[in-house]
């Protein structure tokens, strides 16, 4: 087995869709069969796969693919990252998360792959809902994002 000179520890990306429409944010509840904060209520999004070759964009690009892939939405082209942060799982597998503001482009948010339901929240329904660790604070920075860009 080849060693590195730092034999360091790598870590799973994580992309993360804050989704902005109305003046609201979609989240999305986790199956009750994932590995990590099951049945929590968190963004959609999903881990960045090795490529099969050089790949411009791959965390715009994986992150579009998720969104599709668990809510059935497609977003504007452009998004804005607005904050990273890590954890460990219960695994013991290291996690980046990478969180971006994207801003609805068209479909019905529906719950597919990963998820088993997905809502529209404004701020002040932050407190009905069960996030994973964390989720909270990130919507509150997706909200203060969303309403610099708006005024």
């Not at 099951?38 to 963004?43: D, L, N, R």
């Not at 695994?91 to 994207?102: E, K, M, P």
């Not at 998820?115 to 997706?142: N, Q, T």
Request: glycine share 6%; with cysteine.
């Amino acid at each position: 087995m080849l060693k590195t000179k730092d034999n360091a520890k790598f870590h799973i990306v994580l992309v993360l869709g804050a989704i902005a429409k109305n003046g609201k944010i979609l989240i999305a509840q986790r199956s009750f069969d994932e590995v990590q904060a099951a049945g929590k209520w968190s963004f959609p999004g999903g881990k960045v796969e090795r490529p099969k070759d050089k790949e411009r964009n791959i965390l715009e690009n994986t992150l579009r693919q998720e969104i599709r892939e668990e809510v059935g939405l497609e977003v504007q082209k452009s998004m804005k990252y607005l904050v990273s942060s890590s954890f460990t799982r219960i695994d013991n597998a290291h996690v980046v998360t990478l969180l971006f503001l994207c801003r609805w482009k068209s479909g019905k948010a529906k719950p597919l792959e990963d998820s088993i339901d997905v809502a529209w929240i404004s701020k002040k329904d932050l407190k009905k809902y069960d996030f994973a660790e964390g989720v909270e604070e990130a919507i509150r920075i997706a909200f203060s994002a969303q309403e610099s860009k708006q005024s």
